[in-house]
């Protein structure tokens, strides 16, 4: 059984950090692409950052505040977040799509999901 566990958000102010873990079992992990996506209030689900094994990739908004990294060691991929917006504030989600198939934009690529967790950025 697949599973995707989010932890690590909460409530911080603007200009704050946190870091986001995703914990992953019951696959390889070695052969999965994986990224992080978030979903605001009534708004669509975004892509926010994705690692594969010979690239990695950041929804514009977030660069140069946001790092994706995965433990291969201990099948996690974590996003630190600095410099937080009160736009950041979301459901941030864990998403993993069979390596080969890159790291696409679109949510309706991605194979497996965490159930989320909330980050809420205060101004």
């Known amino acids: 059984q697949v599973r995707l566990v989010e932890s690590g958000g909460g409530l911080v102010q603007a200009g704050g950090s946190l870091r986001l873990t995703c914990d992953v079992s019951g696959l390889t992990f070695s052969s999965y692409a994986m990224a992080w996506f978030r979903q605001a209030p009534g708004k669509e689900r975004e892509f926010v950052a994705g690692?594969?094994?010979?690239?990695?990739h950041y929804r514009t908004s977030v660069k140069g505040r946001f790092t994706i990294d995965r433990d291969s060691g201990k099948n996690t991929v974590d996003l630190q977040m600095n410099s937080l917006k009160p736009e950041d504030k979301a459901v941030y989600y864990c998403?993993?799509?069979?390596?080969?198939?890159?790291?696409?934009?679109?949510?309706?690529?991605?194979?497996?999901w965490g159930q989320g967790t909330q980050v809420t950025v205060s101004s």
């Open positions: 998403a993993a799509i069979h390596d080969e198939m890159g790291l696409p934009l679109s949510e309706q690529f991605y194979d497996y």
């Open positions: 690692i594969k094994s010979d690239n990695i």
